[in-house]
């Protein structure tokens, strides 16, 4: 399954544009401004019903005007039977309008047909913005492979609060304050131990697929390595450490520290405070790797995520799509043709530059499909 057309109606900047996509690579440039990013913004709104630019999706709707629309086309590769995805986004209304074939339908059968990743520049900031944008942005990419996480994110926070809320207002001479402290604090203990433990998992999993993409596309890449830091989880081994094993070792830790958080009315201990480093020979990747190796980094970490994306046991058949934004901007020729190697593997991919590449020259490769250039104006 491929999008082999999208219209884009008031969306961003256009007022009714229209394009034809093919299965493969398809490289859309033109002039800074002209639309680029909108365009990938707008068929991972359909997919993802997300955008990477706003919260806000009265955002996506041209300015001064009360709707959009966004239509895909998406068509089999092995029959010539086409669908109509679409999205409408109005002012007046709370929720968007989907549906399949002009029949409205909800954001799950939506999303059923493809799976997609996208890679855009900003994505940098999650390296260099410290850890806490880091470990949110992977928290993220977990919730998004096991949706029925999203519950205990959710917990945990409440729980934070409520905790804190104790710590810092409540009288401890009276035996309730204890006894709902207590029972708070054993129910943070089991929902952090769970988090904490998938996110181990997570990252164990990751690793290795973010250093194999890393050395495809670059080859005398250092082994990259991650510094999970915390207080309460030691991991001198390369074993994972078992749930019960953090819940105990939390107890423990959170008991040694009950006078401290108390006078600090805060919650000192947990995966809310523990650090994320990627490290290469011994330092964090923030501080030694250039621009453009942060950048493949991080073009690499969103390929890793997307393979585990689409490894996942479904129930339904979706297809993949990669979408990235200005990535070659970045990149050395060499590192270039690797990357088209790597992305001729992927059953669609769209990425988006200024200039035009002269791929073939570039390349000097033979694709069993064409390369779709395609000027956006
Ligand atoms: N809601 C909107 N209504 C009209 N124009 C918009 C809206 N949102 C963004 N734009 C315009 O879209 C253009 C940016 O498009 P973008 O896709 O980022 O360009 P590029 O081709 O460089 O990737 C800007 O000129 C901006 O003014
Ligand atoms: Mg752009």
Not at 106 to 126: A, D, G, H, M, R
Not at 162 to 173: G, Y
Not at 248 to 274: C, M, W, Y
Not at 317 to 338: F, G, M
Request: hydrophobic letters at 40%; proline letters at 2%.
């Amino acid at each position: 399954m491929y999008i082999c057309q999208q219209r884009l109606y008031n969306y961003r900047n256009f007022n009714n544009s229209q394009w034809q996509f093919r299965s493969g690579i398809n490289v859309l440039y033109g002039n800074n401004g002209v639309g680029k990013s909108n365009i990938l913004e707008a068929i991972d709104y359909v997919i993802n019903k997300a955008s990477f630019k706003t919260t806000n999706r009265l955002n996506l709707i041209k300015y001064k005007e009360k709707y959009s629309l966004i239509q895909l086309q998406i068509k089999d590769n092995n029959s010539s039977k086409i669908n109509n995805l679409d999205v409408e986004i109005r002012t007046d209304k709370e929720d968007e309008k989907l549906r399949i074939n002009q029949k409205r339908v909800t954001k799950t059968e939506l999303s059923q047909f493809f799976i997609s990743s996208i890679y855009t520049p900003i994505l940098v900031n999650v390296v260099y913005n410290g850890v806490t944008s880091l470990r949110s942005f992977l928290d993220n990419a977990i919730i998004e492979l096991k949706p029925k996480l999203f519950l205990d994110y959710k917990n945990l926070k409440d729980l934070l609060y409520q905790r804190a809320l104790i710590l810092k207002t409540f009288d401890f001479n009276k035996p309730q304050t204890n006894d709902i402290f207590h029972q708070i604090t054993k129910q943070y203990i089991k929902t952090a131990a769970k988090i904490c433990f998938y996110r181990l998992a997570f990252l164990k999993k990751i690793l290795p697929l973010i250093n194999k993409f890393y050395k495809l596309l670059n080859n005398s890449a250092d082994d990259i390595t991650i510094d999970y830091i915390s207080r309460y989880i030691n991991l001198t081994n390369d074993n994972l450490v078992s749930e019960t094993q953090i819940t105990n070792n939390l107890t423990k830790i959170l008991d040694g520290v009950f006078i401290q958080e108390k006078s600090a009315g805060q919650n000192l201990i947990g995966p809310h405070r523990d650090k994320i480093v990627f490290m290469s020979n011994s330092q964090p990747i923030s501080v030694i790797f250039s621009t453009g190796q942060t950048q493949i980094f991080c073009l690499a970490l969103i390929l890793a995520i997307h393979e585990l994306k689409t490894k996942q046991n479904l129930s339904y058949k979706p297809s993949d799509i990669l979408l990235l934004d200005d990535i070659l901007a970045s990149l050395d020729n060499t590192t270039i043709v690797k990357l088209f190697k790597l992305l001729s593997n992927y059953n669609q991919v769209f990425i988006t530059n200024a200039l035009k590449l002269d791929i073939y020259k570039l390349t000097k490769l033979t694709f069993k499909e064409e390369i779709n250039e395609l000027q956006i104006k």
